[in-house]
């Protein structure tokens, strides 16, 4: 019963229901023969199931309804009146079809029992139009009738008993059959079971309350009592969250018919194979999952999957393959979606991604292959070659990614070019509870999510005075022969830290595959947390993911470690992606932890900085192409209109002469394109720096040595600010 | 938010934040509550005073001096929730002292006078006359919203 598809159990459970109704509606029907309301109710349900069962493929079924729908329709017309024998007839169909229902449902197939018999005792009535036997019916005595009526069915009534043999013990067998669909499944409102949920989270807390509670205690009885209310606590837990899981074949279902037509529409031939169907995810994560896979599969088909000549030449098989895998692991659920197509090339992705300014040619030139490939995921990113109506529209490979990582899961890609593509997803079983470790800092506790957790590392003493490295203003720790960055929680939060100097404890965590370590006062113990969102009036707080509340009723916030690793800089914002590539080099000590400038000229200011993962393009404007919008320069720029922002003007430097072409260095502030006019680029530098503030100045936020030389260097976010002004009426006025 | 039909009467729970004395509508109160222990929420808006744990549901408490500008109450003074069903979720809002619920005549209603200035002014709907006082009627889901302020803070910080 367990291997029987999602579509027929549903069929099975909803057809037993029907066929119930059906039993009643006819011994009433039979009472008054002409109610055509009960008439009419009868014949849906018979054509219901006739259909579905046509759909599905039981064609043994099917036959047998169709001559009963016949008949009924003929009934419903008002051609025939029904009498005992009809009903007699109508009742033993539904014996049939509930025998070949439970047939189905043991063994998964239709019964070999032959049918015509029942068809044709059907057909028979369906044709007994001549008044003569229906006189003759209604004037014989009951006792006659009956007796008449069973000799005329008995062969008909064979069938069933051999059905049941065939399925084992005979009635008691069937019957206990349909108690594992019918009786013992029920369909139940999810907002009920997410009420459910909730109150079994709170019930957690409270168990976990009680238990810090007994620690106290020393009463045998109470610990004894309290024991128990902890595993039954758990085990609740898991049954409710059981009754939120759906197979991944929910999701799944609908691709072979996506992948049908794409490969009809893209001229190749594509077969598509599903492996852990019945995996079990949470539904809110089923939900999330859905979109990214189908753009995953799309994409497979679309990219990947050469069309069948060019597989021919290649000494494939035409027909492509598509392999869908899911299965459990680490209490984790991996998805594979691999296919047997052209591979990602990674010089090609390394050209464009240069080519799209997305990384510079010397990091190109460092990176590996897998780290190359991985390019992919970054945002406008495509490599489509011509854009066709099912991709390519800029909706990429980094919304894939985006809309995993929002669920905690982790998305890689490994290819090989000529052999195919596999893209392997990892995502946690549930969303509500998460095993958490707790820590804190400036007296208030903080729940890290143990996805992100690697490993703790506590410094004492003498370790903890001189095991932190500087380089500049930024901090290390020599982790095992690597430089891991250091990230003090209490300077991202702009708390007081509590720990001395001869303690350093340090979390070390994973952000977006790039490791730091998080320093905070004190590490406390590991919980299962009730992950609670944080309202509206906070979403604009990026360091923390939600909210929780502890054992002791207190509320403790849960840290968002991507975000943490975005405000220190660790994981950079706009070009995540590289990051986690530069750290790949890191992590097997190849790189320096330095940033990426841009180095410029502006009037005034001889040398300029700002860091290169904030630049989206650099481009030059002839005078020409530059138009004016309520008095700001703006260009048509991707089909945008881009305010074009002097530099110099700014900084306060005055308009100088604008050369031809201008020297626009283009970049995202709050939304949308900025054109910063610059007098010239002059260089790109790594350098790992320390800032000096130089006082205040708008638009600087400080200056610092590179190359050798003294270098201003530009505050984006003010200067961003500076511009919302005229790029907002600019956008107006577009 | 609304305007009222000068006849029908309309039900405000009351509280007062210094010397001003403001009204909800009461239909928005889910409840009122004593002081509760607060989780402070680093990095986020000064009008958030911090989480409340409100039978499991997690509620934000918004310091209603502070969204209204006014000087934080004295440190030994301890303020009360006055708990809103906004748009945004339930709120706490955190106030001086919980008045009565008053049921006030259409016919003391008066738009707010202009001479109100600064946040109060954005956020009080209209001002009901009453003997001797007058009650400023907030707009809650306005009090609550805290976009234009979230994000200034978030491009500071």
Not at chain 1, 435 to 461: D, F, H
């Amino acid at each position: 019963m367990g291997n029987l598809d999602d579509l027929v159990t549903e069929f099975l459970v909803e057809s037993y229901e029907n066929l119930d109704r059906l039993d009643r509606l006819l011994v009433e029907l039979e009472k008054d023969p002409r109610d055509q309301a009960n008439l009419a109710s009868i014949f849906r349900t018979i054509h219901t199931i006739k259909g579905t069962c046509g759909f599905l493929g039981y064609s043994r079924l099917e036959a047998v309804t169709h001559v009963g729908e016949n008949l009924l329709s003929r009934l419903r017309d008002g051609e025939l009146v029904l009498d005992a024998p009809m009903t007699s007839g109508l009742l033993h169909l539904i014996d049939g079809v509930r025998g070949i229902l439970q047939a189905i449902e043991q063994t998964g197939a239709e019964p070999d029992t032959d049918f015509t018999a029942l068809i044709a005792e059907l057909e028979h009535l369906n044709a007994g139009t001549s008044p003569a036997a229906t006189a003759e019916a209604a004037s014989v005595p009951e006792a006659t009738v009956v007796a008449a009526v069973t000799a005329a069915i008995e062969p008909v009534i064979a069938p069933a008993p051999a059905d049941d043999r065939a399925s084992g013990e005979g009635p008691a067998a069937a019957d206990h059959g349909r108690q594992g669909l019918a009786d013992t499944s029920l369909r139940v409102d999810v907002g009920l079971l997410d009420k459910l949920m909730n109150l079994v989270g709170e019930l957690v807390l409270a168990r976990n309350q009680i238990l810090q509670f007994t620690a106290t205690q020393s009463d045998t009885a109470f610990v004894g009592a309290t024991q128990r209310l902890n595993l039954v606590a758990s085990e609740l837990q898991e049954g409710v969250m059981k009754t939120r899981m759906q197979p991944i074949g929910n999701v799944w279902s609908k691709f072979p018919r996506v992948v049908r037509d794409l490969a009809t529409t893209c001229g190749k031939q594509v077969r598509i194979e599903m492996v852990g169907k019945d995996t079990d995810l949470d539904k809110t994560i089923i939900e999330a999952i859905k979109d990214p896979l189908t753009h995953v599969v799309r994409n497979s088909v679309d990219h990947g999957i050469e069309p069948a000549a060019e597989r021919l030449a290649r000494g494939k098989s035409p027909e492509g393959r598509l392999l869908l895998r899911a299965f459990h692991e680490g209490g984790q659920i991996n998805i594979e979606i691999a296919d047997d197509g052209a591979g990602i090339d990674p010089e090609r992705v390394k050209r464009k991604a240069i080519e799209r300014g997305l990384i510079t040619a010397e990091h190109a030139a460092r990176m590996g292959d897998h780290e190359a490939t991985r390019l992919i995921f970054l945002p406008g990113f495509s490599t489509a070659e011509k854009v066709t109506n099912v991709s390519g529209r800029g909706v990429g490979m980094d919304v894939v990614k985006t809309n995993i990582e929002k669920i905690g899961g982790t998305v890689d890609i490994a290819s090989r070019v000529g052999e195919g593509t596999t893209l392997k997803v990892k995502i946690p079983l549930t969303l509500a509870i998460i095993p958490a470790l707790m820590v804190s800092t400036g007296r208030e506790s903080y729940a890290i999510p143990q996805v992100n957790l690697l490993e703790l590392v506590r410094l004492e003493g003498e370790q903890a005075r001189s095991g932190i490295e500087r380089v500049q203003s930024a901090l290390f720790y020599r982790l095992r022969g690597n430089l891991l960055p250091l990230v003090y929680l209490h300077r991202e939060l702009a708390l007081e830290a509590q720990a001395g100097p001869d303690l350093v404890n340090i979390v070390v965590l994973k952000a977006d595959d790039r490791q730091f370590g998080l320093v905070v006062d004190q590490i406390n113990d590991t919980e299962e947390i009730v992950v609670k969102p944080l309202g509206k009036a906070l979403k604009g707080v990026r360091v923390f993911a939600g909210a929780t509340i502890m054992g002791d009723g207190h509320v403790a916030l849960i840290l968002d470690v991507l975000g943490i690793a975005q405000q220190a800089g660790v994981v950079s914002e706009v070009r995540a992606g590289v990051g986690a590539c530069a750290s790949g080099a890191a992590a097997r000590g190849e790189a320096e932890p330095a940033e990426t400038w841009l180095l410029f000229r502006v009037d005034g200011h001889e040398r300029m900085a700002m860091p290169l993962h904030l630049v989206d393009r650099l481009e030059e404007f002839p005078q020409g192409v530059i138009e004016r919008s309520a008095r700001q320069e703006v260009v048509q720029y991707r089909g945008e209109i881009m305010p074009l922002v002097s530099l110099a003007e700014m900084l306060g430097a005055g308009a100088g002469a604008a050369a031809d072409p201008r020297q626009v260095i283009v970049f995202a502030g709050e939304g949308r394109r900025i054109g910063l006019v610059v007098d010239r680029i002059l260089d790109i530098a790594t350098e790992a720096i320390a800032v000096t503030p130089t006082g205040r100045h708008p638009g600087i936020h400080g200056s610092a040595v590179i190359q050798q030389r003294v270098t201003d260097l530009l505050d984006v976010p003010s200067l961003v600010r500076l511009t919302a002004g005229p790029a907002a009426a600019a956008g107006a006025a577009a | 938010m609304m305007t009222i039909p000068a006849s029908t009467s309309r039900q405000l729970a009351t509280f007062t934040l210094g010397d001003m004395y403001f009204g909800v509508e009461v239909l928005q109160v889910q409840e009122v509550i004593r002081y509760q222990e607060m989780t402070a929420v680093p990095r986020a808006p000064a009008v958030v005073r911090g989480l409340i744990n409100l039978r499991g549901q997690i509620v934000t408490a918004i310091d209603l001096r502070r969204r209204l500008s006014l000087p934080a109450l004295d440190a030994d003074r301890r303020p009360m929730n006055v708990v809103v069903r906004t748009g945004e979720g339930v709120i706490s809002l955190l106030v001086d002292e919980i008045g009565d619920v008053l049921e006030v005549e259409g016919s003391c209603f008066e738009p707010a006078p202009d001479t109100l200035v600064g946040p109060t002014r954005e956020l009080v709907t209209c001002v009901f006359k009453l003997s001797g006082r007058l009650l400023l009627v907030l707009d809650v889901e306005r009090t609550v919203s805290l976009d234009d302020e979230a994000a200034l803070l978030d491009r500071v910080a």
